[in-house]
């Protein structure tokens, strides 16, 4: 059973700076593509971000790029978002996805509880 757990969510000043983890187990994790997504108030979930399977391919929406890394450790079977130059509009829960294969494309199917992240400005 894929078992994701985030951490590392907050409250920031606007410019600040985050870093998400989120822990996976249940499957072999390098086999699997990883992301996050965050969904505001009154807002429609969205894609983020999303790193392959090996890590050596990923993606961003383009409101974060340049301001968000996605890594992972294979080794450590973790998954983490680097967010820098936070935004108030970045406030939102962010969840932390597993693929059902290992392109960075997706599909997504399995989903963490998520973690809060509160920009003030």
């Known amino acids: 059973q894929v078992r994701l757990v985030e951490s590392g969510g907050g409250l920031v000043q606007a410019g600040g700076s985050l870093r998400l983890s989120c822990a996976a187990s249940?499957?072999?994790?390098?086999?699997?593509?990883m992301g996050w997504s965050r969904q505001a108030p009154g807002k429609d979930r969205e894609f983020v971000a999303g790193?392959?399977?090996?890590?050596?391919?990923?993606l961003y929406t383009d409101s974060v790029k340049g301001r968000f890394t996605i890594s992972r450790d294979n080794a450590k079977n973790t998954v983490y978002l680097q967010m820098n130059s936070l935004k108030p509009e970045d406030s939102a829960i962010y969840y932390c996805t597993e693929a059902r294969g290992t392109m960075a494309l997706g599909p997504y199917e399995y989903w963490g509880q998520g973690t809060q992240v509160t920009v003030a400005s």
């Open positions: 249940g499957r072999t994790f390098s086999s699997y593509a």
């Open positions: 790193i392959s399977g090996s890590g050596g391919n990923t």
